[in-house]
């Protein structure tokens, strides 16, 4: 009997990345661009600096198992804390910056961090958060911000780094060990904690390699506009390290013209943020505001957290620039799909599974659970709710009023093998080539006489429409079908609301009843912290009218 | 205090690749090319076999930690057998074919299988076998050969399946489990035995994916010519499941016309084997014998086993077919660099590289210790000994005569913070771009002198002439210089050893005293059962010539 392999204990860690990043890309760099203000560094550099905030912090009494929160835009030193913190077992919380202070302070109560790094510019957020008693450090990153200084206990990062040794050495964590912390986006209640290991943080580092997938390399250089408080800034800080990529980090500007100098600057291949800081920079090219050469390294935008028009990706293609979608949750590290062309699709087949978020990426299960509680077919296309399983995708969330530190039971399902799998909340179809198409979620259906109208579904018609920058569908009470879905819309730049007919456009695509009662053209539409369209206030939007009154 | 991270217990295992195939790639096919007849299978059918076959085999008895060995060429049974013996957690054991009748015994008491899959053709060199004990089930794969039916207990492998259910459902197995074992070719001494885990076998298909490196894709179509009894095929065919590639598989066969004919007939887009396979190949498609025409599917070649000549690379490179240089062991599962390009090389700076083996792949680290028994410093270009360690290098050998069935410790090191290592054998440098110049393997050094010469840089040297085809160098004892080296070559076709003038040629390119003694052409350099150059009957060859008596 031979039981168990005779292979070499070697953990999946961010020490391993580390380590990867200083022996073979010492030479790589990573520039920050603040407002006024361009700092680049080499990858060796980067490192003896991580190591040096590991020492420090070390030394400061940070323990395996503490949390060292950050509230930090995207920057070098956000980097530097993303190595440091995992690398001497601790555990890094990133606190969404865009919060309001009572829900930070609530975060913190979860996590009850023993540290935190705040940019300067955020230090006035930070004074109106109720901080946890666990707190003993506030360390103060120089951000080009005056900042405010007055808590006394803020100290400076530099000051910090200079009490380490550069020479510091990563032990050697357990892969089950918790990494990192990410609050989910709570479009709906409360935010659920999501804490992932270093084992899921490195394998699904290793998923953005795959050639069909995102394909990250090291001939690549990565800018990062996803904030690096969301999900891991989708993953992309720990995969460059391990592709030995470049990375460029725009600190909490997403303005065309900022993201236009840094591609151009450091020559960047890929960038990543939502649909909607792509679509301010494809009307400034296409406006001439931008001039494309300056965008000539760039080749793909991977872009999630929201659904992307054709227009968008056509309007890409004109410049050369493929846009890849992209779909994942928090609660996912984050990627579970991405839109690959598959190689025996026709370019008709291509063409209508192209605005699909796409097929799951090697190492991701999926499964449809119909309304009748089993899972649809493979290939049956039948819609059901979403569940995903796989080595980078979340167990529970993070309770830390459960004895376990295990909550969200409900959102977590065992199947009759004991397999686990999570329920995504996401209505989807999948169809007999692989690709996923999301419905719906859930909680965005509208219930209409009796049968589901698909929020998205409306929308993704609507900015199909070449006259339609973005849509947002949501339900409103009547009396008669129980709901019924009204449209918001914000306009391409000079087009004119009355020679829409949005209804009309509809009709020709969809049926009768799922036609919108009315469409509202909004300047802006309006987002909630996490930069997700604030459905809520637009519900709000909706109330008062008569018409819809239950 | 967060100690563990809350992500779901999902184990690597074989299992996983066997239901990505089912769902993801069910019109994906396998094709095996035998003398005379062709089989082409969907994988919806293949893995369906896989689950009859996982079935039958554990109702015929076999049960987890059970060894299962193959005496097979490569097919689709081979296949279906790598995915239905671990399947079930029994383990894999792929015996070479080409081995000595009392040499494959030595195997099978080293694994005691309980059950052997063979292909007809090798019944009658399993005859000659010693089998062990424990073996209660032969099973014969007919392969076109009438194979010799008299061994009363060899039972049809198309018979055992009809007996197992297609429906059978695989079994969640424990990552670290015994996934399969292949020994190494033993060029030195009695082979040992490599027990590859579950977690191992994925992770090392992982990193046949990564954009930096085979960058195996759907879109792919692999020939695996290299037998799937060495170290896993290189990895290709759970590589393939995982990417979701059609493979083509061709039996015994690697002769240019066979090859030629199934990368027509299956659209190979990249092929395996060892160099003499391709240098065959490439004569063939100069003369003119086989129209490239036939090929224009093919778009690399990864190639290892041995040294690549700048001919091959430039040879195929004119046809369009980009040579992939690759450096594995046994014992790393077995790949550990692909000579791929790094983005800040220059021109020159590549054209000196791509001889080389390459870079590590993104989870193998690298360290060089020098004859003083220190790590050489990165980048410093020091020679030594190389060094590997990651997710998928052996950490012992299989020793069934040690309680807990591990041997080999002299191979494998334990550095200062308790890391283990694998001590390859090889004498290598690190350049400071990365890149792994392989010197020599240890027992290949030929001691001149006081001196070392690497028979290795000779060999490099020799294949550099245009009119050699092959080159083998060896050391003969010397009474002046302790040793000296002797050099073998076989000549491209036509060539005339008169006007060679290797030793004229070699002077120009290295140091006086390292240039052989002698050059002896031969028609074909001697081989051993794993396709390796047979040094000792080399040496052999020498012997009995005064000049060189000690």
Redesign the interface.
């Given at each position: 009997?031979?039981?168990?392999?005779?292979?070499?204990?070697?953990p999946?860690n961010v020490a391993?990345l580390c380590?990867?990043v200083e022996?073979?890309f010492p030479?790589k760099t990573v520039t920050t661009r603040r407002q006024g203000r361009d700092t680049t560094i080499t990858c060796r550099r980067l490192m003896q600096r991580s190591r040096q905030l590991a020492d420090a912090l070390r030394r400061a009494g940070v323990r395996?198992?503490?949390?060292v929160s950050t509230l930090m835009w995207n920057s070098q030193e956000h980097l530097e804390a993303y190595f440091a913190v995992p690398g001497i077992g601790a555990?890094l919380h990133t606190v969404n910056a865009r919060l309001p202070a009572d829900t930070i302070g609530a975060l913190l109560d979860d996590?009850r961090p023993v540290a935190m790094l705040a940019d300067a510019s955020l230090l006035s957020t930070l004074r109106q958060v109720r901080l946890p008693s666990s707190l003993k450090l506030i360390v103060r990153v120089a951000d080009g911000d005056p900042g405010n200084d007055e808590r006394a206990a803020a100290i400076d990062y530099e000051g910090l780094l200079a009490g380490g040794s550069r020479a510091y050495?990563w032990p050697?964590i357990d892969e089950?060990?918790?990494?990192g912390?990410c609050h989910t986006s709570g479009t709906t209640g409360r935010s659920k904690g999501?804490?992932?290991?270093?084992?899921?943080t490195v394998l699904h580092a290793?998923?953005m390699?795959?050639?069909?997938g995102i394909?990250?390399?090291?001939?690549d250089v990565c800018l990062t506009v996803v904030p690096m408080f969301h999900a891991v800034g989708w993953g992309f800080p720990y995969a460059c390290a391990?592709?030995?990529a470049s990375q460029a980090l725009s600190w909490r500007q997403s303005d065309p013209q900022t993201l236009a100098g840094l591609i151009e600057q450091t020559g960047a291949t890929l960038a990543t943020a939502v649909p909607t800081v792509w679509i301010n920079l494809l009307e400034q090219l296409r406006s001439g505001e931008i001039d494309a050469a300056r965008l000539r390294s760039l080749t793909r935008l991977p872009i999630g957290g929201a659904t992307v028009s054709s227009d968008l990706i056509d309007g890409y293609a004109q410049f050369g620039i493929r846009v890849q979608h992209c779909w994942g949750m928090t609660e996912v590290s984050p990627l579970g799909l991405v839109s690959t062309r598959?190689?025996?699709l026709s370019d008709e087949s291509w063409s209508q599974r192209r605005l699909t978020p796409g097929?799951?990426l090697?190492?991701c299960?999926l499964r449809v659970m119909t309304p009748q509680g089993t899972a649809a077919p493979?290939g049956s296309g039948a819609a059901g709710e979403l569940q995903i399983?796989?080595?980078?995708?979340?167990?529970?969330?993070?309770d830390p009023s459960a004895e376990d530190?295990?909550g969200g039971g409900d959102r977590f399902d065992t199947d009759s093998?004991?397999?686990?799998w999570?329920k995504t909340g996401d209505i989807a179809q999948i169809d007999s080539d692989?690709y996923v198409r999301i419905v719906d979620r859930a909680k965005d259906l509208i219930k209409s006489g009796g049968e589901w109208i698909s929020s998205l579904e409306l929308e993704s018609a609507l900015v199909q429409h070449p006259g339609v920058r973005e849509a947002a569908v949501v339900g409103v009470p009547d009396s008669v079908w129980q709901e019924r879905p009204v449209a918001f819309v914000s306009l391409v730049e000079d087009r004119d609301e009355a020679q829409l007919d949005l209804a009309g456009y509809l009709a020709s695509r969809l049926p009768r009843w799922q036609i919108p009662e009315r469409f509202i053209v909004l300047q802006e539409l309006p987002r909630n912290n996490t930069g997700k369209l604030d459905k809520a206030r637009l519900r709000e939007l909706t109330r008062g009218d008569g018409r819809h009154g239950g």
């Amino acid at each position: 009997m031979i039981r168990r392999g005779l292979m070499q204990p070697y953990p999946l860690n961010v020490a391993m990345l580390c380590r990867r990043v200083e022996s073979q890309f010492p030479d790589k760099t990573v520039t920050t661009r603040r407002q006024g203000r361009d700092t680049t560094i080499t990858c060796r550099r980067l490192m003896q600096r991580s190591r040096q905030l590991a020492d420090a912090l070390r030394r400061a009494g940070v323990r395996p198992g503490d949390c060292v929160s950050t509230l930090m835009w995207n920057s070098q030193e956000h980097l530097e804390a993303y190595f440091a913190v995992p690398g001497i077992g601790a555990v890094l919380h990133t606190v969404n910056a865009r919060l309001p202070a009572d829900t930070i302070g609530a975060l913190l109560d979860d996590t009850r961090p023993v540290a935190m790094l705040a940019d300067a510019s955020l230090l006035s957020t930070l004074r109106q958060v109720r901080l946890p008693s666990s707190l003993k450090l506030i360390v103060r990153v120089a951000d080009g911000d005056p900042g405010n200084d007055e808590r006394a206990a803020a100290i400076d990062y530099e000051g910090l780094l200079a009490g380490g040794s550069r020479a510091y050495e990563w032990p050697e964590i357990d892969e089950q060990a918790a990494c990192g912390i990410c609050h989910t986006s709570g479009t709906t209640g409360r935010s659920k904690g999501v804490v992932y290991s270093h084992r899921s943080t490195v394998l699904h580092a290793m998923s953005m390699l795959f050639a069909d997938g995102i394909a990250l390399s090291e001939h690549d250089v990565c800018l990062t506009v996803v904030p690096m408080f969301h999900a891991v800034g989708w993953g992309f800080p720990y995969a460059c390290a391990l592709a030995g990529a470049s990375q460029a980090l725009s600190w909490r500007q997403s303005d065309p013209q900022t993201l236009a100098g840094l591609i151009e600057q450091t020559g960047a291949t890929l960038a990543t943020a939502v649909p909607t800081v792509w679509i301010n920079l494809l009307e400034q090219l296409r406006s001439g505001e931008i001039d494309a050469a300056r965008l000539r390294s760039l080749t793909r935008l991977p872009i999630g957290g929201a659904t992307v028009s054709s227009d968008l990706i056509d309007g890409y293609a004109q410049f050369g620039i493929r846009v890849q979608h992209c779909w994942g949750m928090t609660e996912v590290s984050p990627l579970g799909l991405v839109s690959t062309r598959r190689s025996w699709l026709s370019d008709e087949s291509w063409s209508q599974r192209r605005l699909t978020p796409g097929v799951p990426l090697p190492g991701c299960e999926l499964r449809v659970m119909t309304p009748q509680g089993t899972a649809a077919p493979a290939g049956s296309g039948a819609a059901g709710e979403l569940q995903i399983r796989g080595p980078w995708v979340a167990d529970a969330y993070l309770d830390p009023s459960a004895e376990d530190g295990r909550g969200g039971g409900d959102r977590f399902d065992t199947d009759s093998d004991g397999r686990r799998w999570l329920k995504t909340g996401d209505i989807a179809q999948i169809d007999s080539d692989g690709y996923v198409r999301i419905v719906d979620r859930a909680k965005d259906l509208i219930k209409s006489g009796g049968e589901w109208i698909s929020s998205l579904e409306l929308e993704s018609a609507l900015v199909q429409h070449p006259g339609v920058r973005e849509a947002a569908v949501v339900g409103v009470p009547d009396s008669v079908w129980q709901e019924r879905p009204v449209a918001f819309v914000s306009l391409v730049e000079d087009r004119d609301e009355a020679q829409l007919d949005l209804a009309g456009y509809l009709a020709s695509r969809l049926p009768r009843w799922q036609i919108p009662e009315r469409f509202i053209v909004l300047q802006e539409l309006p987002r909630n912290n996490t930069g997700k369209l604030d459905k809520a206030r637009l519900r709000e939007l909706t109330r008062g009218d008569g018409r819809h009154g239950g």
